[in-house]
């Protein structure tokens, strides 16, 4: 009971994913401002801002639905939070695992790009609700490829539990890198899902100010602000589990937890190179891009991933 | 009939996408434009009725600060109209320097663009570019004129400022860096793919429509149409330069793209023998404090297109009239037909694209009653009117004193 209190609150849980956000943040936009020739801001900018926001008025519209309004960045965060308690980090073993809970991280993940389309509607503001509509919109578009991806890595492990799959390509080293097509794509998916360029279309500044962040301000864009960092840590965690589970049996837990980071900051800034290399795409474009491309090359991962489990040992 | 799906969204007054306040109402069918409607007049500032108010050379200063981009183009736009007027021949030196801070403003004004461009489609990288790179034209600008912009280097009868030659030879190194760096930009324009999808199809104006719409500057020649002030009625030193008038048959985003890169090096080119030519001899010659009596209409190549000013004198110091067309007015007939058929996330780049400047196009206040949509035309007297009486309710009444005055006479 008190471990499991305590990887709740503690470790991998609230206050671990607190403090990582913050510092992914800070690599994403420091990385991102030398990319483009920029200084970029000091280490404490990240928790400056979010001081700045926290005591901040809240301001509601007269029209918006408090409650929906209120909610919607709570619903966010603990869903991602709930998420990394199934994800295996610094070893082969989560902090909870079951076996099925692949799909529970999955959904998990959705729930925000949910939770972020009811807080645009509600906002009652044009510019949210359209934002909202493109967020959905764009959910069906990346979502398919991304799933289809970590499903084909689970299908070559043979499990539906991310521990076990960690498992399984620690115990078949390079087993992992069969996978290396799954993981590009659903690195690009990574970039609809975290609303990034290309595909910010959601919260395209210059066209619909901030989607459905528009009426947000104060503590609760605070919250939904640190919902957006701790789904990109949750994101780029997943990722590593499932498609770079190498090096587990380091001698020392630290070494591992160490691994762990790196790998978690190499996706961070693969992310972050990506979003300053290309301009925004348009919604049509990017339905017909992760249609036509994305979808059919996961399948192809899919369908190799089968063969493969028929011909490798086990 | 109302359209069940249909959504309208402000673009404007207040809107991320724009740097000016303007009003653009669009009705949306999901992301389709259904219909575009464009509203001027959010930044009138009464810059042609103040002319009136103040002298020559003061209004050289007022009119230089009409636009805070191309504020060579009319402060040079004015003054030849007056020059016409006082039948001033300016000195071959003065031409040239004129000529080669509109050119630099020019290279200023497109680099610019393309990073507000690149901002608008989301590609911020660009931005940064080429800002960063901007900076060399303006510490150039900065060197021959003191200022980055508003350079104040006109005066009726010539040029204020002479160039060194150790200034030339800053000039030609930093149109060296440029050079290479607009190379590097012609190159990414062509092959960036989503740099590509998102210009090209997007904000199409037809070669017709362009001519029947009265379009200027590039937003003209990226439609095919070779209309360039400095071929067509050459002025200052344009007529002594080798240059090439940039055309595209793209008609659309990507065409501008295109042709403003090309100006570019073109505007590098002309620099150079600018430079290479400059003639020796004074810089300014001594203008009268009283312009004769007459009219005179100017036309100038802004970077934004054709820029138009007409002066009236009456023989006293101040004018009579001064009328000002920035190019903005001509090219914002075409945005509602660029917009036709076009998506929500195209607006930005699509008014962009005709590189707006709003302020200096606003000509007048319309004010419009928001429930009776009935409109109101104000007089100058009525609004000197409603000053008075104003100040009056302030406890500020200058009624006793003007008729003091008015007795002492």
Not at chain 2, 114 to 121: K, M, S, T, Y
Not at chain 2, 124 to 140: F, G, K, P, Q
Not at chain 2, 347 to 365: E, G, K, N, Q, Y
Request: glycine share 6%; hydrophobic share 45%.
């Amino acid at each position: 009971m008190l471990k499991a209190i305590f990887s709740i609150l503690v470790f991998p849980g609230f206050l671990f994913l607190f403090i990582f956000s913050f510092v992914a943040e800070y690599v994403d936009r420091k990385l991102c401002a030398r990319f483009q020739n920029r200084i970029g801001p000091p280490w404490f900018q990240p928790l400056a801002d979010f001081i700045k926001l926290a005591s901040k008025e809240e301001i509601i519209p007269l029209e918006a639905d408090v409650t929906v309004f209120k909610l919607v960045p709570v619903f966010a965060l603990t869903a991602s939070i709930a998420a990394i308690l199934y994800i295996p980090i610094g070893g082969e073993r989560a902090a909870f695992s079951f076996n099925g809970d692949i799909i529970v991280v999955l959904y998990l993940l959705t729930i925000p790009t949910i939770a972020y389309f009811l807080g645009g509607w509600y906002s009652r503001s044009v510019y949210s609700m359209i934002g909202a509509v493109r967020s959905l919109t764009q959910l069906f578009a990346y979502e398919v490829p991304l799933f289809l991806c970590v499903l084909a890595s689970a299908l070559l492990a043979d499990t539906w539990s991310l521990s076990e799959m960690a498992n399984f390509y620690n115990h078949h080293p390079g087993y992992w890198f069969f996978n290396i097509l799954g993981f590009a794509i659903a690195l690009i998916s990574l970039l609809g899902k975290l609303e990034k360029v290309p595909f910010d279309i959601p919260e395209a500044e210059t066209e619909i100010v901030a989607g459905v962040f528009t009426e947000y301000g104060g503590r609760l864009l605070a919250l939904l602000r640190t919902s957006l960092n701790i789904e990109t840590v949750v994101g780029a965690s997943l990722f590593t589990a499932v498609f770079l589970p190498f090096g587990f049996n380091l001698h020392h837990p630290a070494a591992i937890f160490l691994l762990y980071l790196v790998k978690v900051f190499s996706i961070i800034a693969v992310v972050t190179l990506l979003r300053s290399l290309f301009a925004r795409l348009r919604l049509d474009q990017m339905i017909n891009f992760c249609w036509k491309y994305l979808a059919p090359l996961a399948l192809v991962q899919v369908v190799a991933n089968l063969i493969l489990k028929g011909i490798l040992p086990r | 009939m109302h359209d069940p799906g249909e959504v309208k969204i402000p673009i404007g007054p207040q809107h991320p996408a724009l740097k000016e306040p303007e009003s653009f109402l669009i009705s949306l069918h999901g992301e389709k434009i259904t219909a575009s409607s464009v509203r001027l007049g959010y930044n009138h500032r009464g810059i042609e009725k103040a002319c009136e108010e103040r002298t020559y050379i003061q209004d050289l200063y007022l009119i230089e600060r009409i636009c805070g981009i191309c504020s060579h183009s009319h402060s040079t736009c004015f003054v030849q109209a007056v020059e016409e007027i006082a039948g001033l021949e300016i000195p071959t030196r003065a031409r040239y320097i004129r000529t080669l801070i509109s050119e630099l403003e020019r290279i200023h004004s497109h680099l610019l663009w393309l990073g507000v461009a690149g901002h608008e489609i989301g590609f911020d990288t660009l931005l940064m570019y080429t800002w960063r790179d901007r900076e060399a034209v303006m510490d150039i600008l900065a060197l021959l004129s003191g200022n980055r912009v508003n350079y104040g280097i006109n005066t009726i009868g010539g040029v204020r400022r002479d160039i060194k030659p150790e200034q030339k030879e800053k000039v030609l190194k930093a149109i060296d860096i440029l050079e290479e760096r607009t190379k590097y930009y012609i190159g990414l324009a062509q092959e960036e793919s989503t740099i590509l999808e998102r210009l090209s199809k997007v904000g199409t104006v037809s070669r017709q429509d362009a001519e029947r719409l009265g379009a200027v500057g590039p937003t003209a020649r990226a439609s095919g149409i070779e209309r360039d002030v400095r071929k067509d009625d050459p002025y200052a030193a344009y007529a002594e330069l080798d240059f090439k008038v940039i055309t595209s048959d793209k008609c659309d985003v990507y065409g501008r793209t295109i042709v403003r890169l090309g100006e570019l090096m073109e505007s590098y080119s002309m620099v150079r023998q600018l430079i290479q030519k400059l003639p020796d001899g004074p810089i300014t010659i001594k203008a009268p404090r009283k312009i004769p009596a007459g009219q005179a209409v100017s036309r100038y190549e802004a970077p934004r297109g054709e820029d138009f000013h007409y002066v009236r004198s009456n023989g006293t110091e101040k004018p009579d009239r001064v009328k000002v067309r920035a190019p903005t007015l001509a090219n914002i007939q075409a945005v509602s037909k660029m917009l036709e058929d076009g998506y929500l996330a195209d607006i930005p780049i699509v008014i962009a694209a005709i590189d707006p400047c709003f302020s200096c196009t606003d000509r007048l206040i319309s004010l419009r009653d928001a429930e009776k949509q009935s409109k109101n035309v104000v007089t100058w007297e009525s609004i000197r009117l409603k000053g008075i009486e104003w100040y009056k309710k302030q406890g500020i009444d200058f009624t006793i004193l003007n008729k003091k005055l008015a007795e002492s006479f």
